[in-house]
């Protein structure tokens, strides 16, 4: 305890001042003083217990004049009767003793004032957004404004807080009724004003509360980047696109990042013949990360499905793909993909076809229509150029059915592309992709108008790659950040990102260097009846669009397509310039032989073909495959 000086006399006279030199006098102060503190520790619960009563009386006081002289009198009997009680019960009054003596002591316990309140700085702050906010929220004439130059804007903004830089963290405010807070574009100026206004650089969100009209802002942290792929615990039909803000999703799932274990709220996308958005659309500017999320989606569908991957940009960054089981094709060329989307076109009629008479049967749908079945399409709109300069079709046609029937037919449709291609995306791919994702630096009119709805939080110009939004259907907007799944045939990915992405990999179906026999398929489709051929005419295979990029087909014999009549594909081929492709994608042994001017049959082992640099060369299979072109 501090030590009280003493009193002035003692000090200021001039003659005491003198003796309080001698050695005598100190030792008296300082036994005075050790006195004092000793007496006031002693009486210190008695000071406390005294201002407690004092405080209570104060209060009681306080309480006796606010009452109504009306009410004083049955309030004096019902305090006069609990007095009298207290005394006529056995030690009652020692009780009421010690219940005083207790609230006194509680009342007059010493209390460090709760430092409440903004500061000078934040209170400027509040005021300058007050002020920002005027000219949307005052119209001219309103009786009582809530917003008006130098108002009071306490009475606006009911609850804030600031992080310990000063920044906004949080903010509720008040907003008048007849805003119009039911329209996008008011709310997203609003949006802007706060965003300038609270700082520039940091993401928040947005709550819009109609009812009361209020609107909640908050600042929100970046999502987690150290996510990379790995096994999710999920279902059959549910894949992660990525992982989103905690309160924004009701599930987590068990996740790893680098030692540590925890849980995260997964972005889940269902597919299948329940899905509600069986088909993904996913867009965003170059290098932000969609080819990456084609790669996640592919390692998590070939748990349980097959798929076909058509790689418009023709950078062989699914190269890490080819030759996996259930892996049914990488296409980059143009020639390649017309035929291998065909014969998915064909298979979504045969899978519909079949399970329709399955079910006519009265049986349950075949096998080998129930095993999912994925058409991954990175950048179709840079094949469609091509097709254009060739005169052909744009190979986007053949996902019409796909997308139109996949649902009943367990085929689902992903589509990646860059916004400034978005418009050469045909009709169908805009029409029957219903989950949407926009990865990379976006404004709120980009998010909305591939979303369909704005995002509820300010998109900020500088993100990580793999992030961006993702809205399911007619769900609300949700941050996403896409679990990093680098291509590990990439050098400059580091070690552990590989091993990651390479551990979730199917086994092989050939070998690596291409030699020696194929590993034995097992899975959804038979193996003896596998036939690859060359789907392509001679001219595709040396067309100047192919040369140069990589090339991989592998197709089942047990593929062969039902046409809508219940034909086979030759049936339905567009015409004999299109017949020898149809067949060869549909990779009937006998199709192949039909059209054996230009399909050219190999090895049954063979499942993967390879053009490369003006070089066709079987992968795995037959040497008398391998030939030099051009
Ligand atoms: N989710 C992610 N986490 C970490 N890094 C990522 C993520 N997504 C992408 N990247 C990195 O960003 C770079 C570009 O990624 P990617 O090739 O997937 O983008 P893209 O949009 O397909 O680009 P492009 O249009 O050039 O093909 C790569 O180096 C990749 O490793």
Request: net charge negative; proline share 7%; hydrophobic share 40%.
């Amino acid at each position: 305890m501090a030590r009280r000086p003493l009193p002035r006399i003692l000090t200021d006279s001039a003659p005491l001042a003198r003796m309080a030199n001698s050695t005598s006098l100190a030792r008296s102060r300082e036994f005075a003083r050790t006195a004092a503190d000793s007496a006031s520790d002693v009486f210190h619960p008695l000071i406390t217990i005294g201002r407690g009563l004092r405080r209570l009386g104060a209060a009681g006081r306080g309480r006796w004049v606010e009452t109504p002289r009306d009410h004083r009198g049955p309030l004096a009997f019902f305090v006069g009767a609990c007095v009298l009680v207290v005394c006529l019960v056995p030690y009652g009054p020692l009780l009421a003793l010690v219940t005083v003596m207790g609230a006194g002591a509680w009342a007059g316990r010493e209390r460090t004032p709760v430092d409440t309140g903004p500061g000078e700085a934040e209170r400027e702050r509040l005021r300058a957004l007050y002020e920002a906010l005027v000219p949307y929220f005052s119209v001219d004439g309103a009786p009582s404004p809530l917003y008006a130059h130098d108002g009071d804007w306490e009475r606006v903004f009911p609850e804030y807080a600031f992080d310990e830089g000063g920044r906004i963290e949080r903010l509720q405010l008040k907003y008048p009724a007849y805003f119009t807070d039911g329209e996008d574009q008011s709310r997203v100026r609003i949006e802007q004003v706060l965003y300038a206004k609270a700082g520039r650089g940091r993401e928040y969100h947005f709550v819009w509360d109609e009812l009361a009209n209020q609107l909640t802002l908050t600042a929100l942290g970046a999502l987690p980047t150290d996510l990379v792929a790995q096994r999710f615990v999920t279902s059959p039909g549910e894949t992660v696109l990525g992982f989103t803000d905690p309160d924004a999703v009701q599930r987590t799932l068990p996740v790893t990042a680098g030692e540590e274990r925890r849980d995260a709220p997964p972005v889940l996308w269902r597919t299948g013949q329940r899905s509600t958005e069986p088909h993904l659309l996913i867009l965003g500017q170059p290098g932000t990360g969609a080819t990456t999320l084609l790669r996640s989606i592919a390692l998590q569908a070939l748990q349980h499905g097959e798929v076909l991957v058509i790689d418009g940009s023709g950078t062989g960054e699914y190269g890490c793909l080819a030759g996996r089981h259930g892996v049914l094709g990488v296409e980059s060329g143009l020639a390649g993909a017309l035929a291998t989307l065909e014969w998915a076109s064909h298979e979504t009629e045969r899978r519909l076809i079949a399970a329709n008479r399955a079910r006519q049967a009265g049986r349950s749908a075949p096998e080998d229509t129930r095993r999912p079945l994925w058409i991954l399409a990175d950048r179709p709109t840079a094949l469609a150029h091509i097709a254009v300069a060739e005169g052909r079709e744009d190979p986007q046609r053949w996902l019409q059915v796909p997308l139109r029937h996949g649902r009943a037919a367990q085929v689902t449709v992903v589509v990646a592309d860059q916004f400034e291609s978005a418009e050469l995306l045909s009709e169908p791919v805009r029409a029957h992709t219903k989950a949407r994702v926009v990865l990379g630096p976006a404004t709120a009119e980009e998010v909305r108008a591939v979303l369909g709805a704005p995002p509820h939080t300010t998109p900020v110009a500088s993100v990580p790659p793999g992030r961006g939004y993702a809205r399911l259907g007619s769900a609300p907007v949700l941050r996403l950040q896409v679990p990093a799944t680098p291509d590990p045939l990439d050098d400059a990915t580091g070690q552990a990102h590989r091993q990651a992405v390479l551990a979730l990999l199917p086994e092989r179906t050939v070998p690596a260097d291409g030699s020696g026999p194929a590993e034995p398929v097992t899975g959804g489709r038979s193996t003896d009846a596998d036939k690859p051929v060359d789907v392509r005419k001679p001219e595709d295979v040396s067309s100047s669009a192919d040369a140069g990029r990589t090339v991989s087909v592998s197709k089942s014999a047990d593929a062969a397509v039902v046409a809508p009549d219940g034909g086979t594909a030759a049936a339905d081929a567009d015409g004999a310039a299109d017949a020898d492709s149809a067949h060869g994608a549909h990779g009937a042994a006998s199709d192949s032989e039909q059209a054996g001017s230009s399909a050219e049959p190999v090895g049954a082992a063979s499942r993967v073909r390879s053009v490369q640099r003006g070089e066709t060369r079987v992968v795995n299979g037959s040497a008398e495959a391998v030939r030099a072109e051009g």
